[in-house]
């Protein structure tokens, strides 16, 4: 059996849930890819009942340079990646993105350029 981890960061891991709302909202320029999630056996012990939802990467297709507060070269995307490893979404993108937990993501708002 062959195992690929993620070797890489930034990584944008999202749940199943919240990829069915962005094609719901018309939110694209983005690819998601399945991740596997496991369960180790401490875990298994501690939550016996626990079904764990399925998740996929987020691979945001737009680039952008951050500067302190400005933007500049936005390749027009809804989800961009600075060369930094930022994630930046449009307000559109936000809007959906809020309507899950995302307290314990780092996300760069687009304002203006």
Known sequence: MVRRFLESTPA??????????????????????????????????LLPDCNLLSFSRLI????????????????????????KGELVVTLEALECLKKFSIENCEITILTHL
Do not use: A, Q
């Open 12 to 45: 944008f891991i999202v749940s199943s849930r919240l990829g069915e709302e962005l094609v719901k909202d018309g939110i694209n320029d983005y690819r998601l890819e399945r991740c596997l999630v496991t369960m180790s056996e401490r875990f298994k012990e």
């Open 60 to 83: 945001p297709l737009g680039t952008i340079e951050v500067e302190g507060k400005s933007f500049k070269e936005w390749s027009g995307h809804h989800f961009s990646l600075s060369s």
